[in-house]
C-alpha cells in the first residue's frame, strides 16, 4: 500500500520556486494534479505561466526532483498540459496582490 498522498506530493512541489516571480509552484497555481499509483509511482500534472518559458526543461526537472525525495515512491513522471491555460486567477491570494501591483 502507497502511502504518498496527494497533500504531500503537493507539499513537497511547494518548495520549487518559479525563479521568476519568486513564489512557489503551488501557490502559483500551476500545479493541477498529482496521480499516485498504488505501486508509488507519482505523476505530477501541471502547467507553466508562459508557453515559451526559457526554464520549462528546468523547472519540470525540478518538480520531479523534489518529489523524488518523498519516502517510498517510485517513478515519478511530470506532464505539462496547456488546458486549461494558465491566468492570475488560479494562483493564490498573496500572489495576486504581489503580482497585481
Same mark, same amino acid.
Given at each position: @500500500?502507497?502511502?504518498? $498522498?496527494?497533500?504531500?506530493?503537493?507539499? +513537497?512541489? =511547494? $518548495?520549487?520556486?518559479?525563479?521568476?516571480?519568486?513564489? &512557489?509552484? #503551488?501557490? @502559483?497555481?500551476? !500545479?493541477?494534479?498529482? !496521480?499516485? %499509483?498504488? =505501486?508509488? &509511482?507519482?505523476? #505530477?500534472? @501541471?502547467?507553466? =505561466? $508562459? *508557453?515559451?518559458?526559457?526554464?520549462?526543461?528546468? !523547472?519540470?526537472?525540478?518538480? *520531479? %526532483?523534489?518529489?523524488?525525495?518523498?519516502?517510498?515512491?517510485?517513478?515519478?513522471?511530470?506532464?505539462?498540459?496547456? %488546458?486549461?491555460?494558465? &491566468?492570475? $486567477? @488560479? +494562483? %493564490?491570494? &498573496? #500572489?495576486?496582490?504581489?503580482? +497585481?501591483?
Amino acid at each position: @500500500m502507497c502511502e504518498i $498522498t496527494k497533500e504531500s506530493v503537493f507539499d +513537497a512541489v =511547494s $518548495t520549487v520556486i518559479d525563479p521568476e516571480v519568486g513564489f &512557489n509552484l #503551488v501557490e @502559483m497555481g500551476l !500545479i493541477y494534479d498529482a !496521480i499516485i %499509483e498504488e =505501486s508509488c &509511482n507519482v505523476q #505530477v500534472v @501541471m502547467t507553466l =505561466s $508562459t *508557453r515559451g518559458c526559457p526554464l520549462h526543461q528546468m !523547472i519540470t526537472q525540478w518538480v *520531479r %526532483e523534489a518529489v523524488e525525495k518523498l519516502d517510498g515512491v517510485g517513478v515519478v513522471e511530470v506532464e505539462v498540459v496547456w %488546458e486549461p491555460e494558465w &491566468n492570475i $486567477t @488560479m +494562483a %493564490e491570494d &498573496n #500572489v495576486k496582490k504581489a503580482l +497585481a501591483g
